[in-house]
């Protein structure tokens, strides 16, 4: 079984949906242990994105979590 895995898919809404879930995916880990990003803000990248506009990272979690149902009709984690 190999240890890693690359998804490649032709459609944009997929690849935006997965970069959505990492970026839910590490700002989880910093509002639930207070732990930074190694590589700088991630509420920063979202709004550079232009996924969200909320100025708290709970909030941003949040309204990232909604936008993630909407494109792929699951809820994260699912």
């Given at each position: ?11 944009a809404?997929?690849?935006?949906a ?19 990003h ?41």
């Open positions: 079984m190999p240890s890693s895995f690359i998804i490649d898919h032709p459609d809404g997929t690849r935006t997965i970069h959505i879930a990492q970026c839910i995916g590490a700002l989880q880990i910093e509002v639930d242990t207070g732990m930074r190694s590589r700088g803000s991630v509420l920063k990248v979202c709004h550079g994105q232009g996924y969200t506009t909320k100025l708290t990272k709970k909030a941003a979690l949040i309204d990232l979590h909604q936008i993630y149902t909407e494109l792929t009709g699951r809820v994260y984690g699912s």
